[in-house]
């Protein structure tokens, strides 16, 4: 004899029975879905993006799967009611013993002789509670797959654009574009426009057919974020003409040829510059400092202008450095910068830069600005009588000692001998900044350093200081 079935046994076989019948509503929820995303993909004029499209339909499977799960239980009860209603008499009986305790062993006794009797009937029929739900499972992968397969393919086909609306129109016509004045090019004729567009900013887009076509009013330029701009025709001598100049990236839609061209307007760059400043530790009113630059722009350079400002004033002056009339793009030069032809004066703390400008007339025009190069501007004149003050002073020291040793007077004259030889390194260092200094004054310094090591080698040889 079989055992009994328990109470639990047929709670699990009833839960068993709502899984597979939540899966049988949700693979036929599936497929309807499909269908009817695939029916409105068809009748769209404008099928929205491929990832819009996927977006929905996760909405949507997400909504049937909520929904099959929530009536799984009723509509299980309703099919076994239908199909086997002695077997779904008992489990309703099963179910009423087990929610009412038995008050006597009779009635205990009844309930097992039931449960008994429910395991038989199930035995008997093993597939009563297991509801087919994997043909349409199976169904909707399928479905869905071809759904997302049809979804990539279809809206940018033209067999399909042909198959639903009827084949293209022969309409003869041409493509111009024109550009802006400032990048002196050539406009540019086109039998047909590419498949992407690629154009600079304030490039003219203009469309000539013999026949205005039919659906010529639906043809526009999407930008996101922005209303479309719908091609506006005019007729002209016979044949009909429509303008657009593109502000911003978009989709080009011609209607009447089926076609979505993606259009990317690509804006002027602003040049780039480098400039290398001097290095310099001493800059005087009158020096040439050597500047070096690169200037590069993606399509003209116009200008190149040196600003300088006095920081104590607050005046700021400019020289132009190039002033381009023909088309350059890229330009290099050691500008030499003659301090002696500016306002600048010895003492002045100024601040200099050099910016680059482009040939946009049409947004710009657009500024490369350099890094800022600071400086004091020192005399040329004062810098060099303290270089001759500082030799005069060497040299008067150098006769006071060397006077020591001719009256065989030799005091402690350490200090002072430093003192000198930092004077000297003083004298040699700046030396090489002095335009003005002559080779005799040149050649006095290895003079007066020799003088120096002469007295240090006499002070030696003559014994301690008295």
């Known amino acids: 004899m079989a055992p009994a079935a328990s109470p639990g046994s047929v709670r699990a076989r009833l839960e068993k029975q709502r899984f ?11 497929v309807g879905t499909a269908l009817v995303l695939m029916a409105l993909l068809i009748f769209q004029e404008t099928p929205p993006a491929f990832e819009v499209w996927v977006a929905v339909n996760l909405a949507l499977l997400t909504v ?10 009723q509509v299980g009860r309703q099919l076994l009611l239908r199909q086997h209603p002695e077997l779904a008499e008992a489990l309703r009986t099963a179910e009423a013993l ?27 029929q093993p597939r009563a509670l297991e509801p087919r739900w994997r043909v349409p499972v199976l169904l909707a992968v399928a479905v869905q797959t071809v759904w997302l397969a049809a979804l990539w393919w279809v809206p940018g086909n033209p067999a399909f654009l042909e198959w639903r609306d009827g084949p293209l129109p022969e309409v003869a016509g041409s493509y111009r574009l024109l550009f802006p004045a400032y990048l002196e090019r050539e406009s540019l004729v086109l039998e047909t426009l590419p498949d992407q567009l690629k154009v600079p900013r304030g490039t003219r887009l203009e469309v000539m057919l013999e026949d205005r076509p039919d659906s010529g009013d ?14 506006q025709w005019l007729e002209q001598q016979g044949r009909w003409l429509a303008a657009l100049t593109p502000a911003a990236s978009g989709t080009l839609i011609l209607d009447w040829e089926r076609r979505k061209i993606p ?61 381009f009339e023909s088309t350059v793009s890229e330009h290099q030069e050691l500008y030499s910068w003659e301090l002696s032809g500016t306002p600048l004066r010895a003492g ?3 601040t200099a830069w050099m910016e680059a400008t482009d040939r946009d007339t049409l947004m710009g025009p657009n ?10 501007v020192e005399s040329l004149k004062e810098f060099h009588e303290r270089l001759l003050a500082r030799l005069w002073e060497v040299d008067e020291g150098l006769r ?38 002559s080779d005799p004054l040149k050649s006095l310094v290895r003079e007066l350093q020799n003088r120096l090591e002469d007295y240090r080698d006499r002070r030696r040889q003559a014994g301690p200081a008295s």
């Open 400 to 437: 006071e000692l060397l006077g020591f040793l001719d009256r065989k007077l030799i005091p402690e004259t350490t200090e002072q001998e430093r003192y000198l030889e930092e004077l000297l390194e003083r004298i040699k260092r700046d030396m090489t900044w002095d335009p003005l200094l």
């Open 218 to 231: 639906r043809s526009r330029l999407e930008v996101p974020e922005q209303p479309p701009e719908a091609l």
């Open 263 to 323: 259009v990317e307007v690509v804006p002027d760059a602003a040049p780039e510059l480098l400039v290398l400043w001097p290095k310099l530790e001493h800059i005087f009113d009158s020096s040439p400092l050597p500047v070096d630059l690169t200037a590069t722009d993606d399509h003209a350079l116009s200008r190149i202008t040196l600003y300088y400002r006095v920081e104590q004033t607050g005046e700021v002056y400019r020289e132009i450095i190039q002033a």
């Open 367 to 376: 500024v490369a600005r350099s890094e800022e190069f600071q400086f004091t």
């Open 98 to 124: 087990h929610r009412n305790p038995a008050p006597t062993p009779e009635d205990e006794f009844f309930r097992k002789q039931h449960l008994h009797h429910l395991e038989a009937e199930l035995e008997a």
């Open 20 to 30: 597979g019948t939540w899966l049988r509503l949700a693979g036929l929820s599936f």
């Open 348 to 350: 002045d703390n100024v």
């Open 64 to 73: 049937c799967l909520l929904g099959s799960w929530l009536v799984s239980a």
